[in-house]
């Protein structure tokens, strides 16, 4: 009895431990610096890996993090993502980092969500409210107004956003648990896909009028 006990428990943990690895598992190397060509690569569940013995300190690099972007633009903000795209050693290591300035009175980091990554934020600058909406059927908003020094976290998948409601520039950081997270910004995906999802999907799905969703989709 104890045995068969222990062989649930065994079971259940392995089951456990297999969902927890489902996808960005860790990596089996110290690194893998990602390579353009696949010449001399092994493809990986990412970029192809570099020869560990030709890595060097500028694999592992990026500068300019300190440099405000210019957020005239229609939302009023801008990422500066820092990930393997940026630092090719960053490829299988599950990490990464953005900057995200925001205009005054407004600035707006508008909904999307990263479908690989968990975001941890710290405000550097300005005011920030921030929120996620949880997943049907409560689509709860949980928001708050945050402030230099103040620490965010939006967890992986959740529509999240951030908004400058100060009356100076905003700046934050954010770490994601992916070295390559990917975004979907809800609006652009939706009213800016290409090819276009038809006007009579989305004029139902949102409860609009097809000129209503015409307008939107040239916005976008
Ligand atoms: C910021 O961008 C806008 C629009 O592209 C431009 O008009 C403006 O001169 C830029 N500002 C700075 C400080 O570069």
Same mark, same amino acid.
């Given at each position: 009895?104890?045995?068969?006990?222990?062989?649930?428990?065994?079971?259940?943990?392995?089951?456990?431990?297999?969902?927890?690895?489902?996808?960005?598992?860790?990596?089996?190397?110290?690194?893998?610096?990602?390579?353009?060509?696949?010449?001399?690569?092994?493809?990986? !569940?990412?970029?192809?890996?570099?020869?560990?013995?030709?890595?060097?300190?500028?694999?592992?690099?990026?500068?300019?993090?300190?440099?405000?972007?210019?957020?005239? !633009?229609?939302?009023?903000? /801008? /990422?500066?993502?820092?990930?393997?795209?940026?630092?090719?050693?960053?490829?299988?290591?599950?990490?990464?980092?953005?900057?995200?300035?925001?205009?005054? !009175?407004?600035?707006?980091? *508008?909904?999307?969500?990263?479908?690989?990554?968990?975001?941890?934020?710290?405000?550097?600058?300005?005011?920030?409210?921030?929120?996620?909406?949880?997943?049907?059927?409560?689509?709860?908003?949980?928001?708050?107004?945050?402030?230099?020094?103040?620490?965010?976290?939006?967890?992986?998948?959740?529509?999240?956003?951030?908004?400058?409601?100060?009356?100076?520039?905003?700046?934050?950081?954010?770490?994601?648990?992916?070295?390559?997270?990917?975004?979907?910004?809800?609006?652009?995906?939706?009213?800016?896909?290409?090819? *276009?999802?038809?006007?009579? /999907?989305?004029?139902?799905?949102?409860?609009?009028?097809?000129?209503?969703?015409?307008?939107?989709?040239?916005?976008?």
């Amino acid at each position: 009895m104890k045995g068969a006990c222990f062989l649930l428990a065994f079971n259940l943990f392995v089951l456990a431990s297999s969902f927890a690895f489902a996808y960005d598992p860790s990596p089996l190397q110290d690194f893998c610096v990602a390579i353009k060509d696949a010449n001399n690569g092994v493809f990986v !569940n990412g970029k192809l890996c570099k020869d560990p013995k030709f890595a060097t300190a500028n694999d592992f690099f990026f500068s300019g993090l300190n440099l405000p972007k210019n957020t005239s !633009n229609s939302v009023g903000s /801008v /990422v500066t993502p820092v990930n393997v795209d940026q630092i090719p050693g960053l490829n299988t290591l599950g990490i990464s980092l953005a900057r995200i300035d925001y205009a005054p !009175n407004g600035g707006l980091n *508008p909904p999307h969500t990263h479908p690989r990554a968990t975001e941890i934020l710290v405000v550097l600058e300005g005011e920030l409210n921030v929120g996620f909406v949880t997943s049907s059927p409560n689509n709860r908003l949980i928001a708050k107004t945050l402030h230099p020094g103040d620490v965010f976290v939006f967890p992986i998948g959740l529509i999240r956003f951030q908004q400058n409601v100060g009356k100076t520039n905003a700046v934050a950081v954010a770490g994601l648990s992916s070295q390559n997270p990917g975004v979907i910004t809800i609006a652009n995906a939706v009213f800016g896909s290409n090819p *276009p999802i038809k006007a009579d /999907v989305l004029s139902r799905a949102f409860q609009l009028s097809n000129e209503i969703v015409k307008y939107l989709q040239s916005r976008f």
